[in-house]
């Protein structure tokens, strides 16, 4: 009798357009799917994001049979569970006669290391193919990177506006420019009509995965309340369209935007679905795109989403495959501060953080300016350690999965990396967090002032920041005017602002930090949306 092909599919694989599927047949071959413990204990996830994940695996394993697939699953609590995919693999060869084994390549260094170690292993035959899930292979990005001095994110984008034909007009870019960010920057009121999203209940399955998560991590933090997730791709599709018709319209101009008690407002939060593999990238472009040409959108908020996706999502992907597994160590600024407790317990004055934090431990989602501009700019400020930083961001966030939170956290926040992915630091002082939010209108520190009891502790953070990485950014021409501008502070003014940071930090370093097991109750979500 023939052996049988073993195609895993991994948790992050739950698409039914894989490579690893495209010429497999059903009738000889056996799809594999495994939650180990090894995959929901290497960092500690959100509660939300490890139920999230096991239960699209579990309703994505269904879905497989109905269309006609042999799938065998793995369930995290059966008591043969070998806790890892290779002890998983062994035992599925133990099973069948397996003559090869064909599965799409990883997302990360990591798990992609494990699947190049199957063959010896196991002498059987590894087939390991593209992601075609992605507009651009590794080797794609190789090629456009290859002898760049800067790898800037604009070059790299328009390449995949002409590859895709994604609003092109012919060769040019559909209305003369290729980019309509700086439409983009509207700060909100709190009174605008925002969009309520669509709320999935929870089925019979997803009860069960909380359940487990409750029972058998009682050591994660992260609200199971209000579940409101789709874990189907039916629901991921009421998501998009939801999203297509109602929130595409105003997500250009509020982009930026942070509103109390509004988590999402115009944002898709298709990013857990697209990530996972319950969404296509592309077909969402050429659906935002049709929305675009069917007159329903205008072109700043098109061209600004479709870029996320094309441009952003598929350059930190770049990024990080061609950065090698030892991008995560990188730290320009050498930076060593544990990040504070309060990351974990939500209990500070600070209220744009209180209010960035507390909802990420509600529902494991905020959106890019509030982890950008909230939450990194804050601890790079502080001097974080940029690998705790990564890691942080890699337990609370709904759709982190290394290649792409790494390169977002440590490099575009971070500036870990030097400069390769942004060209200067996203700092700020919280002048930007006032503007673009409703934030400090609550708080007990004055965002115009530097110094004194009151201040906003971002201020002097931010000025001393630049001041104490003088050597690394003085010559950086895109911080020129800021330099200019602490130049012509006073002696004086240096001085007190200097002490001001000190004295923060001091108070900072007073307090417990990082994250040291379970801590009584969940964090503090008082007045914080969806706590
Ligand atoms: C410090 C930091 C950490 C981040 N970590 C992650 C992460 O772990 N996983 C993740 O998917 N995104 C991450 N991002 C990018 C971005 O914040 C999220 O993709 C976005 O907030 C998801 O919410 P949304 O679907 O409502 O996005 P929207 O604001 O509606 O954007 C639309 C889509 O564009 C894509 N996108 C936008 N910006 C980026 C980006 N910089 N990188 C990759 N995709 C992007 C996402 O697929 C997103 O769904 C991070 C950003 C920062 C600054
Ligand atoms: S005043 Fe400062 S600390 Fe308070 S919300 Fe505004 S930016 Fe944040």
């Known amino acids: 009798m023939p052996g049988r092909t073993l195609i895993p599919i991994l948790g992050d694989q739950l698409s039914f357009g894989l490579s690893s599927l495209a010429d497999a047949d059903p009738a000889t071959s056996v799809l594999l799917m495994a939650e180990v413990e ?3 204990t290497y960092v500690r ?15 994505h394993a269904d879905a497989l049979r109905e269309r006609g697939w042999t799938v065998e699953y793995v369930k995290l609590d059966e008591p043969d569970n070998s806790g890892s995919f290779t002890g998983e693999i062994a035992r599925a060869i133990a099973r069948h006669s397996v003559d090869c084994i064909v599965v799409t390549e990883a997302g990360e260094w990591r798990v992609q290391a494990m699947l190049e170690a199957w063959e010896t292993l196991f002498g059987v035959p590894v ?38 034909g994604l609003l092109m007009n012919g060769k040019k870019p559909e209305g003369g420019k290729w980019n309509y960010d700086k439409e983009n920057r509207k700060p909100v009121a709190a009174d605008l009509f925002m969009p309520q999203q669509p709320l999935f209940p929870p089925d019979g399955t997803t009860r069960d995965v909380i359940d487990l998560v409750t029972t058998r991590f009682p050591e994660l933090i992260g609200s199971l309340d209000e579940w409101d997730l789709a874990v189907t791709h039916e629901d991921a599709m009421r998501a998009q369209d939801f999203f297509l018709q109602t929130s595409l319209v105003s997500f250009g101009d509020y982009q930026d935007a942070m509103v109390t008690g509004q988590p999402r407002m115009w944002h898709a939060h298709l990013s857990p679905y697209i990530n996972s593999g319950l969404l296509d990238p592309l077909e969402l472009c050429r659906a935002v795109e049709a929305e675009y040409r069917a007159g329903h959108v205008a072109l700043n908020g098109a061209e600004g989403f479709i870029r996320q996706i094309i441009g952003w999502r598929e350059y930190m992907r770049g990024v990080y495959w061609l950065a090698g597994p030892d991008y995560k160590d990188r730290n320009f600024f050498g930076n060593t501060r544990q990040l504070p407790r309060f990351y974990w317990t939500n209990e500070t004055d600070m209220n744009c953080l209180h209010q960035a934090l507390g909802q990420t431990w509600a529902t494991a989602y905020a959106h890019h300016i509030q982890r950008l501009m909230v939450t990194g700019n804050f601890a790079m400020l ?35 990396d030097g400069g390769l992915v942004g060209t200067k630091p996203y700092a700020a002082s919280g002048a930007y967090i006032n503007r673009m939010s409703d934030y400090c209108e609550a708080c007990r520190y004055d965002p115009t002032k530097r110094v004194g009891e009151d201040a906003c502790p971002f201020n002097a953070l931010y000025w001393d920041f630049l001041d104490r990485n003088r050597d690394k950014l003085g010559n950086n021409p895109r911080l020129g005017m800021q330099y200019r501008t602490w130049d012509r502070f006073g002696d004086d003014t240096k001085d007190e602002t200097r002490a001001q940071a000190a004295g923060f930090l001091a108070r900072l370093d007073a307090e417990p930090a990082g994250y040291e097991g379970p801590h009584d109750g969940r964090p503090d979500l008082d007045g914080v949306a969806g706590g």
């Open 45 to 59: 996830h959100h509660r939300r994001k490890l139920a999230y994940i096991l239960s699209a695996m579990r309703h």
């Open 382 to 416: 502080i001097g974080a350690d940029p690998h705790a930083v990564h890691l942080w961001y890699m337990e609370v966030y709904l759709d982190a999965y290394e290649w792409v939170t790494l390169p977002n956290t440590l490099g575009m926040s971070q500036f870990g």
């Open 127 to 164: 087939e390991i193919r593209t992601d075609t899930r992605f507009i651009a292979s590794h080797a794609d990005f190789e090629g456009w990177a290859d002898g760049r001095k800067d790898l800037v994110m604009e070059f790299f984008y328009r390449e995949q506006r002409r590859k895709t």
């Open 38 to 40: 090894d995959e929901a």
